[in-house]
């Protein structure tokens, strides 16, 4: 088998060169982190989760007209995406006051909002990943004023359709996390969403209990984050309605 060259790791994924021009391979780990990395774990199984539920509501999202970098999933663990230049912001879109925006403006976990906020991180992890405001954005050249019109209305649609997505299965969509990319043919620029959807990326509650079925299970030490995404996937019909969480292969004597 040719080795394949890495062309980007993060904390949860990494990109290889694609087997066209234009595409990379994403690999999804089961590396775990929260804080910025003070906190690290592997979860076995997260990353197959992951590639399922985001290959899912990125193939969701280009059959309604919302363009993404995904194109196809390859195996349990990868996908072909399209090469994106990637905007260095961080789009958060919050419904329900959680995390950071409770502890900043003091508002209570839990609190609906009275509309979708849209917020944007500058992605830096030196800097903490700072919340900014359009202005910065503009002023420092990371996008433009119709970008901006553009990624907000994007969100915005991921927003609705991500909502109604969940409510069908009984979970609540408190707040998300998206990046966009930008894709080129010839003169024409268009935006894209890019990197992954899934429990890592968004903050999911069960609406009738509030139990935490996303990334806050091991941010809190609320129990096992494998049966959280299981359970996700489950109820989206990704996996199986008997699934169990995904643990290493036994080797039987």
């Not at 006051?97 to 906020?117: N, V």
């Not at 954005?137 to 553009?150: E, R, V």
Request: glycine fraction near 8%; include cysteine; charged fraction near 30%.
């Amino acid at each position: 088998m040719a080795r394949r060259t890495k062309v980007y790791e993060g904390k949860a994924k990494i990109l290889y060169e694609g087997p066209e021009p234009g595409t990379y391979v994403q690999y999804f780990k089961d590396d775990t982190s929260a804080g910025d990395g003070a906190k690290k774990a592997q979860i076995e199984g997260k990353g197959v989760l992951n590639n399922r539920l985001s290959e899912y509501f990125m193939s969701g999202l280009n059959e309604i007209g919302v363009p993404t970098h995904f194109i196809k999933r390859i195996n349990m663990r990868e996908q072909l995406i399209r090469a994106v230049e990637i905007i260095p912001l961080e789009v958060v879109v919050r419904n329900v006051a959680a995390g950071s925006i409770s502890k900043r403006l003091g508002i209570e976990e839990g609190t609906a909002l009275p509309r979708p906020i849209v917020e944007f991180y500058y992605k830096n992890d030196d800097l903490h990943d700072p919340l900014v405001s359009e202005e910065h954005i503009l002023a420092f050249g990371w996008a433009t004023h119709q970008d901006l019109d553009d990624i907000v209305a994007l969100a915005l649609r991921v927003n609705d359709f991500l909502s109604g997505v969940m409510m069908g299965v009984g979970i609540k969509l408190v707040d998300f996390k998206i990046e966009i990319g930008r894709i080129y043919d010839g003169d024409f620029m268009r935006l894209v969403v890019a990197d992954e959807i899934s429990p890592d990326s968004c903050r999911l509650w069960d609406a009738k209990t509030g139990q935490k079925l996303d990334k806050d299970v091991f941010r809190r030490d609320l129990g096992n984050l494998s049966e959280a995404y299981t359970e996700v996937a489950r109820r989206l019909g990704v996996m199986p309605s008997n699934a169990t969480p995904i643990t290493k292969p036994k080797l039987m004597n």
